[in-house]
């Protein structure tokens, strides 16, 4: 394929610009080639993984993953428990802000601010969410005293009431949320005093592992979407590496993998592990995934509404 | 301003799209704010210096950076001598291939194929190339024996017939094309071959420094939209340095400014040297310019479309 | 301070290289900060918490990790399951190995041989980290049916015998381990299969919240060391931050702060969210951990040693 | 090759610690390549290219390139001319500062500081750099007209008396000093103001060419290490290149290879354009070069010393 002379005409499209983008070159090409699998992974009934990292819940991104589990292309959730808590919080109605990377840090603190790159919650969101918790685990500790970690997700999901919400989506569509580390945040602290008043509430974290293993079979074709690196990844890939391996996936990260971490592991180390298979479609992606997963999302989105597949 | 949830809708075009940036988060807020200054730029009248490295325009924004050129954009280009050479074969016809970043790389070699990340360039064009310099340059030569690069890279463009090429745009709008390190490529070492046999032909770069000097003024106001790093990106603001610094910058990497490389270097560092004003308008944006630049710039286009300031 | 021309003397030690680092410029002088904060943090007696990510147990680090146990450098361990995997492999003898990030990745896949960058694991090693699993599983169980993981993670060191391995110094040295997604890996494998015949068997990660949080004191001197990113940078400053806030902060990672990510968030971002104090002594070093970490720390230890700070 | 647990034992040498982080993982790995490739170099009697960007000119490697200068490691240099000014300003008693990465820039400005990452550099040392070039400038006048770009280093470095300068060392050791972009700094600006009083004073770019061009032959083994990217690096390996490729090249650089750009490209990718030959010894080495290349370097010479190949 030609390098193409990319030229802006009026009223361009998302779906044109990355049209174009197949042929301009470098990260634009490999986003391309992104979006090609993402209609794939559908197109075949891959039963679909998408993993995130909490930041991207903190983002905007929150409400275009809420839509993905609406609209069926994504089947399974898997990611780490600050993304559930800030969920839960912007579905009670808390506001995040946009501030900037280099603000006086100090100053924020003496604000009740807290900073995640250039985004901000408060404080008081994190209070009014240890006033949520209470209630809800009571209502869960009533029905039985021990969760594995998605059911207890998939109850959360079914108080909140807010389209934009990923687990008021995934409860009403069936979408399983897998949270391998859901004591690492404000929700684990809550679970701990929990259970230190009652201390036959369990979060069975095991039984959990046994429901993602289960959340597919070596029989079905199987995707992986990941956006960042972390466990939310590596648990992903574990699941599809089981289960013989996926048949598509793409990765979307700011890591490289000169470091050897997750974060920056590519899809074709990935073929080492079999974590996908050797003649998978793959596409790894590097940049912020706030530019980049919408962008390569909107053209397969826009391609699948064209042919039908998608039930708007 | 809030955090909002991104949502797709159907037919969503760039310009709506970057609207939502805006609300995001992390690199896509930075973007949209590129986006605004790029239309203060133009609203304000700023003599505006677009620079790039090579790999630009080995890429498909060549083309658009031709048609900003037309557009009245960019009003001074700064770009390396790779840029140069690939914009003449581009517009004489030669084709570039979109390729893959992990191509065996001897296989290439024996195939007389040179790869640039995903890209890839033939030899042929490199030895046509070289039968096109002979000429022009025994044009030149009889014109006069001492040019300032900008005004041979004028008279090259005057030779080139394609609306989508950055030297004849440039040439047909009055736009200067400065390049410093005119011998660095291929272009080199054809002038060297030349002055070999024509001991009095010179290329006069210091000549071209008092060019870039008058290129504007202190009064004047001035911009910098720098892509990637390079001497094409600190020669613009040495020149907006030393006429009194800019009052928009706009800078677009894949680097960081934790190496202390001038690619890295943020529009905050700049204005430690005065290169843009302390109180300027700037924005810098981290990610694969061929995605992000596009984005930008079409907000900044189609808004600038919209109050009637873009003469198409 | 003055930037020093750095001058090489033969025999030089890395004691020596740092003394220079600090006038050198760039990361060459954040690394030699972070040097200086290591010592404060022992001289202080801060409670040390060290966090890294399984790819650095991979690596030659997980020695240098054990090592610094047994020195009482690192008092509190966070890590990921894969590291917790990898250093029992270790301990039993499997061999890992050297290779190349650019390796034939299907090829490796037929040789059953896993890439993590550019070294690789056997799939033996995973075989016989199965065989290993069933008796120690049998043992915990029969002492109690729920396990904190931290618990579970210290009989599990209690079974080894090497000096180089991190569980062990952490068993013998009373340095509690933390892996808040205990199931993530093949270990999470086996407790599954474990739990499906014997399913009162718990692992219990609410408890183990509280073992973090009461691993060290709002009126305690606290200490981190984060290298890499992932939950297990996020859960040890969780726990400062419920604490009161680290005194000392060293942040080592090829992330940028740029995607808004954990892997890339500065200590001083961790300021805002009171995950370190306000006046705290802190570093944010970026760079390849196999190479930063040690150095760093080899200063610190060379100063602690000269000092009689260190008992070996 | 067995990974290998890393130990700290009192007293370790640079050399010691390199040795260990060949077994080591990730960039350590790659790095004890590197310094492996290094010491091929100079026993192959390679001709060998050293080049970097000015930032490391501001920082401390100054004084190690003049070393590496007269141990006959380095035979020929490339840069930009921010590193020639810099190495003046120094060689005269200029002091550079070590700062903070977050300064406050607005600060820096109205204090006259320029900041270069964490380094600074007062204006006073630009105003003192004006006043000793005239009387150079008249000199070189003075003995002709036209001066090919490394000539005129050379007469420079000839004025200067200082060990730790790269110039003097060059000048003394008979090592050119190759500059493709001479104008883009300072530099520049007083080489034009010269010319308007001097219009027949020539600097001559293209006969320069011919200079590095002939600075090694088709027969000669050759080597390249290139310190970051810019077109120091590209001007180095284009003369390679013109003379049948490289046999020993060392990359090292904070860039990746995802951007397409000349500074993220690979030693790989040399090998398509034959820029280094098929099967060249190489290394490409990601990181911090002010952390990164003394290490590697420094093993290098040690090695070198003990094989009696380095005269002290």
Not at 83 to 109: N, P, W
């Amino acid at each position: 394929m030609n390098v193409k002379d990319f030229k802006w005409e009026q009223g361009l499209t998302v779906k044109q610009l990355i049209d174009q983008y197949r042929q301009v070159g470098f990260q634009s090409v490999e986003l391309a080639r992104a979006a090609e699998v993402f209609v794939k992974m559908k197109k075949n009934n891959a039963k679909t993984y998408l993993t995130f990292t909490s930041n991207m819940v903190t983002s905007g991104l929150r409400g275009f993953f809420a839509q993905l589990i609406k609209l069926k292309i994504a089947n399974v959730i898997v990611t780490t428990v600050g993304g559930i808590e800030e969920d839960i919080m912007k579905a009670k109605g808390e506001k995040f802000k946009v501030g900037r990377f280099d603000s006086d840090d100090i100053e924020l603190h003496e604000q009740g601010v807290n900073r995640i790159g250039n985004l901000t919650i408060n404080n008081e969101a994190y209070m009014n969410f240890e006033d949520l918790m209470l209630p809800i685990l009571n209502k869960l500790y009533e029905k039985k005293k021990r969760w594995a970690v998605s059911d207890l997700l998939l109850e959360m999901g079914l108080t909140l009431d807010d389209e934009d919400s990923i687990l008021y989506q995934a409860a009403k569509n069936n979408v399983p949320i897998f949270c391998p580390a859901i004591t690492d945040g404000a929700f684990g602290f809550h679970l701990y005093l929990y259970q230190q008043k009652h201390k036959d509430f369990i979060v069975d974290v095991v039984q959990d592992f046994g429901n993602i293993l289960f959340s597919s079979s070596q029989d079905e074709k199987k995707a992986v979407i990941a956006l960042g690196g972390s466990i939310s990844k590596h648990h992903a890939i574990l699941c599809t590496l089981l289960n013989g391996g996926a048949e598509y996936a793409v990765y979307m990260t700011t890591a490289h993998k000169t470091s050897g971490s997750m974060s920056g592991a590519t899809t074709e180390e990935a073929k080492s592990w079999g974590k996908v298979k050797d003649d998978s479609d793959v596409a790894t992606v590097n940049g912020d995934v706030t530019i980049m997963f919408p962008l390569a999302m909107i053209w397969a989105l826009e391609e699948l509404k064209k042919e039908g597949l998608l039930e708007l």
